[in-house]
């Protein structure tokens, strides 16, 4: 009997073992300025809280990012941001659920520089959209970081811009993702 | 039996497995929603304004808020006829009273704010943020903000020059403000003004209080109705002025607006029972009987500009 319980632990340690290439993080950044001009600053607007889980043995992956925590250096543009643009309220995050194309465990292990790209779907606003985009990864002192810009397009994401904004704005809005994880 | 066990043991370890296969998605999610957060309510009024007096809404961190706040002349004077007619309805009344300030919120519980108007009326005050309506970690249902001004009455005339002290009166308020829905805001606003000094007389006193309720209905993304009421409390009637004449003001302040905001600028235009442009003269010295007539058309204007950079350009 005792050697049962000590088979069966072993084989829950085992099977939590496979599992345990897991990383999760709380360092993402997420920038963008959606103006034309990239330096005016007033429209400039990032968030510190994304959320991110890395699944090293399936290179699958998942961010969120809560939209109340993106802050603009203009807080008037802040709140037609999270009142009349992206109804915050009602729809609280973004999310990111896909895959790394080219991604090894192996490049986790070793300082360097790797252009990977990833694949899966964009929730915002409520909409889903296929997402595609080169992911550049850094390792270095234990820390992973991957970078990627991305551009997206408001109107695909039922955002809806009055024709007096629409000048202001570029077209497709470049995004700015950095996220570090700390590896163990 | 036991090799039973050690089936259904193995089964076991397989089905945790398994469930730990789910979706990095959906955990993170959950995790998400799981952490205690503070949903701070945003957006209570349009403007750091309800009309003419100050709202819960306190210029963002790291602005400067520029306002032009303007009242013209009542709509309708008595006796005066036609002359109402040629003077527009007040616009064109010759009597008119711009107020223009800065407002910085050095801090995003802290607002700082000089304003001037006509007749070299200055005013200068700071607004702190005591509670923020809120769910989440904590459930606060009310943002409590207290305003505190001083008015320095810098105009010639019959009130004592001999002391510099004699010309401030100062103004304090609770702003307690409730966003009951996405469109419906409501506050209440009691007041109390201090004179440094009143001229004799037995009704006048250095203390005046006051009560006011204000509010705001969104019609649109953009645009809303405001209102504005506040009962002045004591000190309005059989007054002495300085020559020792008797003076009775109007207790009742009554206001309503309609606020837009075109997304650089917030606009509030509205019919105020009151002329003056500082808070102290509306709530504490107005002169306006509230009739049908008696109403000055006015508009707010303000522009924030960020100033101090919260956000890091990568």
């Not at chain 1, 250096?73 to 609280?92: G, M, Q, R, S």
């Not at chain 2, 510099?164 to 304090?172: C, D, G, I, K, T």
């Not at chain 2, 509030?268 to 509306?282: C, D, E, L, P, R």
């Amino acid at each position: 009997m005792k050697k049962l319980i000590l088979v069966a632990f072993a084989l829950i340690f085992i099977t939590n073992l496979i599992d345990a290439q897991t990383y999760k993080t709380r360092d993402g950044y997420i920038f963008f300025n959606p103006n034309k001009d990239q330096s005016h600053k007033d429209y400039a607007a990032a968030s510190k809280e994304g959320t991110a889980v890395l699944k090293v043995e399936t290179s699958e992956v998942a961010l969120l990012v809560p939209m109340k925590t993106f802050h603009f250096n203009n807080a008037l543009l802040e709140e037609h941001f999270n009142e009349n643009y992206l109804h915050t309220d009602k729809i609280p995050n973004a999310t990111f659920k896909g895959k790394l194309i080219g991604f090894t465990k192996d490049q986790l292990a070793k300082d360097g520089v790797y252009n990977i790209s990833s694949e899966g779907t964009v929730t915002l606003h409520g909409v889903t959209k296929d997402f595609k985009s080169p992911v550049k990864l850094e390792v270095k002192n234990k820390v992973a970081t991957f970078y990627c810009v991305f551009k997206i397009k408001a109107e695909e994401y039922n955002v809806i811009i009055p024709d007096l904004v629409k000048p202001k704005l570029s077209a497709e809005t470049p995004i700015e993702a950095t996220i570090k994880f700390q590896l163990n | 039996m036991k090799k039973l066990l050690l089936y259904l043991i193995v089964a076991c370890c397989f089905f945790v497995k398994a469930s730990a296969q789910d979706d990095l998605l959906g955990d993170l999610v959950k995790a998400d929603a799981a952490k205690v957060k503070n949903d701070y309510t945003i957006a209570t009024f349009k403007s750091t304004r309800i009309i003419n007096m100050q709202s819960v809404e306190m210029t963002g961190s790291g602005n400067l808020q520029f306002m032009i706040s303007h009242r013209f002349g009542s709509i309708w004077k008595e006796g005066k006829g036609w002359t109402n007619v040629a003077q527009l309805f007040g616009l064109n009344a010759g009597a008119a009273n711009t107020y223009m300030s800065f407002e910085y919120a050095p801090k995003s519980w802290l607002n700082l704010g000089f304003g001037a108007t006509g007749n070299a009326q200055l005013e200068s005050w700071a607004k702190f943020r005591l509670l923020r309506q809120q769910t989440g970690a904590k459930n606060i249902p009310v943002t409590v903000n207290l305003f505190s001004s001083f008015h320095f009455d810098g105009s010639e005339g019959p009130s004592p020059d001999d002391f510099a002290w004699n010309r401030f009166s100062y103004l304090n308020q609770l702003l307690i403000g409730r966003k009951f829905s996405d469109k419906l805001s409501l506050q209440l606003i009691p007041s109390w003004i201090h004179y440094n000094y009143v001229p004799y007389g037995i009704n006048n006193t250095n203390n005046v209080f006051s009560i006011g309720i204000g509010g705001r209905y969104k019609l649109t993304n953009k645009t809303a109705l405001s209102f504005e009421y506040a009962r002045q409390l004591n000190g309005y009637k059989n007054l002495l002025d300085e020559s020792a004449s008797a003076v009775n003001y109007v207790p009742d302040l009554i206001s309503l607006g309609y606020d837009w905001d075109t997304g650089g600028h917030i606009f509030q235009f509205f019919f105020t029972s009151s002329a003056s442009a500082t808070n102290i003269a509306q709530l504490a010295q107005n002169t306006n009987y509230v009739r049908l007539g008696n109403f000055s058309l006015g508009f707010n204007l303000n522009r924030s500009y960020g100033i101090k950079k919260i956000v890091n350009t990568p």
